[in-house]
């Protein structure tokens, strides 16, 4: 989902209520440069800017075949990162969207991760597909063997190959040979209803030969095509020929498109640890018929014993344990429904910014050019706000001395009141610029200070008003977390609460580090203390700073992607439905 279409989507629909988090106070006289619309011509270039609505939403499914294996004591272990190209001028960049899971052990992997993204008809969606075999839990590509990519249109997948579509990979020198990757694509039902299944298996086969078997479950959907795409797979259950598979919830426009009479396919299958997985059977039903039976049975049927063995009856039982359909959320159902973000914002104000009376710092203020912590705030901001009723928004420094005893703080209000709110974007970069000239970088980089105020501030909406509240921390920081521990520590307290934790990295600085708090694949655990959701996301600024600009509109895309799918695990972890308690 991209942060521009979410912007222009919702933004229509909100409905605005008047009781906000932050009381009107108002804004400092100050004498400082304001980036505006009217004001600074560049500043359209960093907004979302408005957009056409997509035309629909498809699903991909990926497949590969062939691949060439990048171990030498092992199978390839592959994944595929999928990414669509953004243009900037006469430039252009492919951003990732999403990645399917890695596949174990295998060289004709079928992903059960689907891929989703906009359609639109009237753009030209360029996609690439990247496989790597998977070496670590890292996020980071550069730490995984490449394989090879496939790069093409959206449109050709769903227009000439009529949804599905076929393509050798290549290496990054272009040649061939290292395998295909076969794509399926389908408009998405807008169905919301979620599907909560258990299964087990009874009298399977045996099929190893000093134990029984290691049974697990591959479900597969019939496209129009009546081929079929797998769309989940269980864990394996080990020396078992009566199985029960763990509950599992899978969207009903994921496993038949909202179709409720369309055929499900489902494998069983013996696992094995060198990937070469024995068929112990197939069998069908839909949705239909686990809806209306909660005694639902099946045999599973391999084909091919099937066709060898006179009077062959079957190779086990598919049996349902449960069943139930609930109806998923959308983040615009909660916030049309009186659910409010609240944005907060944290400057770094060290001394590693450089003096700010100098055009080398990160910090200095250009009457004419918006310096790149102004151009980040812009980015993010301005589509931020829309989703605040009053628009008055907290706005801190940290790691600076401050007037007018210059006592080193690490959490002052950038306005230099007693109340941090400044109204709207533009008022926190007049309140920004009017404190870079008055106090004194300093040091160290601390994070946790901050972090902990938004939890106290959460904590306490959260208990008046549940639901009520969403609270985006953004954190635009040039270096190195000085208290890195104590970072961890807040931010694993804040997973259980409604915040969102947003770090641009500003400047040449390396933020490895920031990667850690990043937590997409590994949830971040400190002293034994484990986060209950991934509330962070960190990207470095300059990746989306070009000889032409910046893709402002491409920083608010990556860095607001993750806060609706966060929000919502907020919510569904506390039991909040939309309008609830409001």
């Not at 011509?41 to 629909?56: D, V």
């Amino acid at each position: 989902m991209y942060g521009q279409v979410i912007q222009q989507s919702m933004q229509d629909a909100i409905s605005r209520h008047d009781q906000g988090i932050h009381p009107g106070y108002p804004m400092s006289n100050a004498s400082t440069p304001t980036y505006t619309n009217s004001s600074y011509n560049g500043a359209a270039h960093f907004g979302a800017g408005p957009t056409m609505q997509p035309t629909s939403k498809v699903m991909l499914h990926l497949a590969c075949r062939n691949l060439k294996d990048t171990d030498v004591l092992s199978t390839s272990d592959p994944m595929v990162v999928v990414s669509i190209e953004k243009r900037n001028g006469k430039s252009s960049k492919y951003f990732e969207l999403a990645r399917t899971e890695v596949v174990q052990d295998c060289l004709n992997p079928d992903f059960v991760t689907a891929i989703s993204l906009d359609y639109h008809f009237e753009e030209l969606q360029r996609l690439q597909f990247e496989v790597y075999d998977s070496d670590s839990a890292s996020a980071k590509l550069s730490e995984h063997d490449f394989i090879g990519r496939a790069v093409c249109t959206l449109g050709s997948i769903m227009g000439e190959n009529s949804g599905r579509y076929q393509k050798d990979l290549e290496t990054k020198s272009g040649q061939a040979g290292v395998g295909k990757i076969l794509i399926t694509a389908e408009e998405v039902s807008s169905c919301k209803d979620i599907l909560n299944i258990k299964f087990c298996g009874r009298k399977l086969d045996k099929k190893d030969f000093f134990g029984l078997s290691d049974p697990f479950l591959v479900l597969y959907r019939c496209n129009e095509d009546n081929s079929y795409t797998a769309v989940h797979k269980t864990e394996v259950v080990k020396n078992s020929l009566n199985p029960t598979w763990q509950e599992f919830s899978i969207p009903v426009a994921v496993l038949c498109n909202g179709d409720y009479k369309r055929t499900i396919k489902a494998e069983c299958f013996d696992w094995d640890s060198d990937g070469g997985h024995d068929l112990i059977g197939e069998a069908y039903f839909d949705v239909d018929q686990l809806k209306s039976n909660p005694n639902y049975s099946a045999e599973f049927i391999n084909p091919k014993k099937k066709i060898k063995k006179k009077g062959y009856k079957n190779s086990g039982h598919l049996d349902l344990v449960s069943f139930q359909i609930t109806t998923k959320s959308s983040f615009l159902d909660y916030v049309q429904r009186g659910t409010e973000l609240c944005l907060s914002v944290a400057v770094d104000c060290t001394a590693s910014n450089g003096n700010p009376a100098h055009q080398s710092s990160l910090h200095f203020i250009n009457p004419y050019q918006p310096n790149d912590y102004i151009k980040a705030l812009l980015s993010v901001g301005q589509i931020c706000q829309d989703y605040d009723s009053d628009k008055w928004f907290p706005a801190y420094g940290f790691g600076a001395a401050v007037p007018p005893d210059f006592k080193v703080s690490h959490q002052f209000a950038l306005n230099g009141t007693e109340n941090p709110n400044c109204y709207m974007v533009d008022g926190i970069i007049q309140a920004y610029s009017a404190a870079i000239a008055s106090i004194k970088l300093y040091g160290p980089t601390n994070f946790a200070p901050i972090i902990n105020q938004t939890s106290f501030i959460a904590t306490q909406a959260e208990k008046s008003s549940p639901g009520g509240k969403y609270f985006i921390l953004l954190i635009l920081t040039d270096g190195i977390i000085s208290d890195f521990d104590q970072t961890k520590e807040a931010i694993i307290k804040a997973s259980t609460l409604p915040i969102s934790i947003i770090i641009v990295g500003i400047g040449p600085a390396e933020f490895d580090a920031m990667e850690e708090l990043d937590a997409d694949k590994v949830k971040l655990q400190y002293r034994g203390k484990v986060a209950e959701r991934d509330i962070v996301q960190f990207v470095p600024f300059r990746d989306f700073t070009k000889n032409d600009g910046i893709a402002g509109e491409a920083l608010a895309r990556e860095v607001l992607a993750e806060v609706p799918e966060q929000f919502l695990a907020y919510m569904k972890r506390c039991g909040i439905k939309p309008g609830m308690k409001l």
